[in-house]
């Protein structure tokens, strides 16, 4: 269908780990988040349970610095961007792997200093809100191996 086309994503959600900050050859900076988004239900025997979804999400150049200066393991976070799937060859099996992540083109902090935000109010927009978490803060599944550096082909404009 040729038109109009919609990729939009829209998380808050608690840090699992502290931002991984990288720098490509040019010297843009990029970070890497994961970030938990709880659910929570009734099972079909009427009991209450929560399920967490670990989020993969790609900041590029200033939003990248931002996660890196303000942004701490547990801290609420709102992103807004887009979904982009890249897949790379699995060193050891050959195989194509593939991953799904966020890749932000807005954040804005809501955490305050107790609960590993900061006072700042980050983004593009600079809103900020407050509030606490009861997020299941596990740690996320350990990123797939052979995701390899970041290069050229990886920037996404």
Known sequence: MAGK?????QLIGNLG???????????TPVAKLTIATNERF????????????WHN??????LAEIAGEYL????????EGRLQTRSWDDKQT????????VVASDLILLGGRGEGGADYAGSSRGAAASGGNNFDQRT??????????ITDE???F
């Open 72 to 79: 701490k393991k547990g801290g609420k976070v709102y992103i």
């Open 140 to 149: 996320p599944e350990p990123e797939p191996a052979g995701a390899g550096p």
């Open 42 to 53: 009734k099972d079909k025997s009427g009991e209450w349970q929560d399920r967490t979804e």
């Open 94 to 101: 050959g195989q194509k792997k593939y991953m799904t992540e």
């Open 57 to 62: 999400v790609v900041l590029w150049q200033r």
């Open 154 to 156: 990886d920037i996404p």
């Open 17 to 27: 780990k502290d931002p991984e900050i990288k720098y490509t050859p040019q010297g």
């Open 5 to 9: 086309s919609l990729n939009r994503v």
